[in-house]
Nanobody, 120 residues
Framework: QVQLVESGGGLVQSGGSLRLSCAAS????????MAWYRQAPGKDRDLVAT???????NYADSVKGRFTISRDNAKNTVYLQMNNLKPEDTAVYYC??????????????WGKGVLVTVSS
């Protein structure tokens, strides 16, 4: 099984930067697609960014040009570099992994989340 542990959240001023990390256990990290989601108070959990096992990335329109997702397979870690943060980015950020499973069905794993608060 895969366990995900996020770190790097905190309080930052508008326009500032933070880098989130997600450390994954297990030997199948290289085979997994990884993603960051976020959930603001009173809102649904939304997809922020994805990265495939091959390194292809995708971003929500709201963060394009400001956020960068990356991975270090040697360290079983995925990162989310967040620049030019806005108060609207305030949310709990969750790391997600999709691990290949039986019958080519992906198994989803989630971190417990880390709070990012952006002050104006």
């Amino acid at each position: 099984q895969v366990q995900l542990v996020e770190s790097g959240g905190g309080l930052v001023q508008s326009g500032g930067s933070l880098r989130l990390s997600c450390a994954a256990s297990g030997s199948i990290f290289r085979q997994s697609a990884m993603a960051w989601y976020r959930q603001a108070p009173g809102k649904d959990r939304d997809l922020v960014a994805t990265i495939t096992s091959g390194g292809s990335t995708n971003y929500a329109d709201s963060v394009k040009g400001r956020f960068t997702i990356s991975r270090d397979n040697a360290k079983n870690t995925v990162y989310l570099q967040m620049n030019n943060l806005k108060p609207e980015d305030t949310a709990v950020y969750y790391c997600n992994a999709v691990v290949p499973g039986p019958l080519n069905v992906g198994m989803n794993y989630w971190g417990k989340g880390v709070l990012v608060t952006v002050s104006s």
